[in-house]
Nanobody, 126 residues
Framework: QVQLVESGGGSVQAGGSLRLSCVASRYFYSSYCMGWFRQAPGKEREGVAAIRGDGSTSYTNSLKDRFTISQDNAKNTLYLQMNSLKPEDTGMYYC????????????????????WGQGTQVTVSS
């Protein structure tokens, strides 16, 4: 079992920035993946960005110019830097961890991950 604890969400105005963090109870092995997903009210949970322990990354195309995923292996912490936020970025953001080995590039589908955090709310006002 892997525990994931997100933090860093909040309310910001459009154009602002936030950095989300996710502390994992597991080391970031090179062949394992971590991801960020988000879910807006009334919508499906969607992949935002993912990273493999070896550093390879994936992004949803529409977000890659504004969002950056990174990891600090020494702290078992995953980050999501979000810049130029828009009202449509509003939603609950979830951290996820794969059960073990994962694909290259890392997946952006829910089925690629077994463990999930409780989420952190991001609200962007216009």
């Amino acid at each position: 079992q892997v525990q994931l604890v997100e933090s860093g969400g909040g309310s910001v105005q459009a154009g602002g920035s936030l950095r989300l963090s996710c502390v994992a109870s597991r080391y970031f092995y090179s062949s394992y993946c971590m991801g960020w997903f988000r879910q807006a009210p009334g919508k499906e949970r969607e992949g935002v960005a993912a990273i493999r322990g070896d550093g390879s990354t994936s992004y949803t195309n529409s977000l890659k110019d504004r969002f950056t995923i990174s990891q600090d292996n020494a702290k078992n912490t995953l980050y999501l830097q979000m810049n130029s936020l828009k009202p449509e970025d509003t939603g609950m953001y979830y951290c996820a961890a794969s059960a073990g080995w994962c694909t290259v590039p890392p997946p952006l589908i829910r089925g690629g991950y077994r463990y999930w955090g409780q989420g952190t709310q991001v609200t962007v006002s216009s």
